[in-house]
């Protein structure tokens, strides 16, 4: 087990919160944080993969130390910007990679097709392809939600807040807006995300929940897995 931060990997805070709590934080950030790169408010969609043996969902509720997982993102059901990512975790620390694809490119994904990846020049990629086809590797299921995002660069501070986080089927097509989608939180719930590399602020930890239950420690993949299994009359494995 890596008890210390490896290069590249940062802290990663969860809240389950309320419509409440995030208009009483929300004010106090937009007064002293920046917007990311996309501004204001967008919709990510994300295909994640999985292998033969489901090992990013069952390490997950292993709780595996170290441990990794593939998805293809893109932003606002628009295909200017695709990206594969891997996303790791080591302990208490994450770590993200990222490589952009084509929308040709990731229909080729889509259809099994993963060759050609063998000769791109982004490690990632080449990774990728090691992994799809050694473990059989296939997509598992659409993860939808809308981010709320503001930065903090002192600290490299990324506060997030992710509201109607939806399990997808990825068979009714990954780029068409209104596919069949289940809603994962309750109403008004929303998800509070904190990453930070070097340190988190004290007036943004005064912030953070404290009461008990709100530091949360699933991921979107597993919650959203499970909630197309159940959707399909499936048992959770």
Known sequence: MKNEKQPGFRHELKFLISEAEREAIGRVLSAVLLRDAHGGNYQIRSLYFDDMWQSAYHEKLAGVEARKKYRIRFYNHSDACIRLERKEKEGAYIRKCSENLTRQETERILAGDVCFLRERNGRLCREFY????????????????????????????????????????????????????????????????????????????????????????????????????????????
Request: with cysteine; proline share 6%.
């Open 130 to 237: 090691v992994d799809y086809v050694t473990g059989q590797m296939r997509p598992a299921v659409i993860v939808d939600y809308d981010r709320d995002p503001f930065v903090y660069p002192w600290g490299d501070v990324r506060i997030t807040f992710d509201r109607h986080v939806r399990a997808g089927m990825y068979e009714c097509g990954l780029f068409e807006p209104g596919i069949v989608a289940a809603e994962v939180f309750a109403c008004g719930q929303l998800l509070m995300e904190v990453k930070y590399t070097e340190f988190l602020p004290e007036f943004i930890r005064d912030l953070l929940p404290v009461r008990e239950g709100a530091r949360v420690a699933f991921s979107k993949y597993t919650l959203c897995l499970e909630k197309r299994r159940i959707s399909a009359g499936r048992p959770v494995e």
